[in-house]
């Protein structure tokens, strides 16, 4: 069975929260609600609605907060939107040993796939708005046997999975943070990726070989 990883998308692929902020500002200027991007960008990981929710606004306001969020995304957030450092590595180091990618990302699915193709990454699979330990199932389902990700909902994910999980201190979580919540390997970021995995890799080996 190929390996399969399994990547988390803001804050440890994609940088969005520049577009997050101005987003928010867009929504508050146009409702008078009075939204807080910058707190919102600083703690990207918890689904929207959830976030909407949290200034006591009603569901039907909520909903169409999230709506319209979804439809200002791909003008607002996209075009400013960078890579993380060795994002792009990362992934090329999996399809080096012959590996299959998955992006799990509580991001709404269309929106995240604009931001795969706007920076011309592919991945074998894209499963959105899966937040914390939800994102088990769909990692099992595609066989990821690593995920890696920047939140402790990140963590959360990958020991639902039964998967090998990488935190990365791109985002709103500390390295104490993600090895008190179980993660497995702390990294300060994407650039020691490929690094980590031909270790993994190697070691992987050498028990199968123990084991013949």
């Given at each position: 069975m190929p390996l399969t990883v399994g990547f988390d998308l803001d804050m440890t692929l994609i940088d969005p929260r520049p577009g997050m902020v101005r987003a928010f500002d867009v929504l508050a200027e146009e409702t008078g609600i009075p939204l807080d991007?910058?707190?919102f960008a600083a703690h990207l990981g918890p689904p929207l609605d959830a976030v909407f929710a949290g200034y006591g606004l009603d569901q039907p306001t909520v909903d169409a907060l999230v709506a319209r969020f979804r439809a200002i995304y791909p003008e607002v957030v996209v075009p400013i939107t960078v890579a993380l450092p060795g994002a792009a590595e990362a992934l090329a180091a999996v399809r080096a040993v012959g590996g299959r990618t998955v992006v799990v990302t509580g991001k709404y699915g269309l929106n995240a796939?604009?931001?795969?193709?706007a920076l011309d990454?592919?991945?074998?699979?894209?499963?959105?708005?899966?937040?914390?330990?939800?994102k088990g199932a769909a990692l099992r389902e595609h066989g990821a046997s690593v995920y890696v990700g920047d939140h402790v909902g990140d963590?959360?994910?990958?020991?639902?999975?039964?998967a090998v999980?990488?935190?990365v201190t791109t985002g709103p979580c500390s390295a104490e943070e993600l090895a008190t919540a179980g993660a497995d390997v702390v990294l300060?970021?994407?650039t020691a990726f490929p690094a980590w995995l031909a270790g993994h890799l190697a070691g992987a080996g050498d028990l199968a070989a123990d084991a013949g």
């Open positions: 991007g910058e707190a796939a604009r931001h795969l193709r990454w592919e991945v074998d699979h894209l499963v959105g708005e899966l937040w914390s330990s939800g963590v959360r994910g990958a020991q639902a999975a039964g999980s990488i935190g300060a970021d994407l």
